[in-house]
């Protein structure tokens, strides 16, 4: 296995974004939060930066940053596993995260 294989499958051990923490608020809106975490190049130290979406990307997703101590359960809805978003959630934050960690 190259090198190159060898990171993308230790930074997406089989398929799934390895850095991040998804989150439900059941809302009709920005439903899902997804906080990209790691230690990737130009991540701000205790800033998150994150993904808000409704079910659909298309009818609203929006990037943000936070204090990383905000990043709690209180404050943005249910933790979730990255597998329960929608197909279409999946793809979008896949292609996200192989932009920020460069895969």
């Known amino acids: 296995m190259s090198k190159k294989q060898e ?3 230790r930074l997406m051990p089989n398929g799934n974004p390895r850095y991040l923490k998804c989150f439900d608020k059941e809302g009709p809106i ?3 939060t997804i906080v990209y975490t790691g ?3 130009g991540r701000p130290l205790g800033i998150a930066e994150y993904l808000a ?3 659909t990307p298309k009818s609203f997703c929006q990037h943000g940053e936070m204090p990383s ?3 709690t359960v209180a404050a943005l ?3 979730v ?3 329960s978003l929608p197909q279409i959630c999946q793809d979008f934050v ?3 995260y192989c932009g920020i960690w460069k895969i």
């Open 69 to 71: 101590k905000n990043v």
């Open 53 to 55: 979406m409704s079910e």
């Open 81 to 83: 596993n990255f597998e």
């Open 7 to 9: 990171r993308k499958e």
């Open 39 to 41: 230690r990737y190049k």
């Open 77 to 79: 809805g249910k933790k």
């Open 94 to 96: 896949i292609n996200e």
């Open 30 to 32: 920005d439903r899902y």
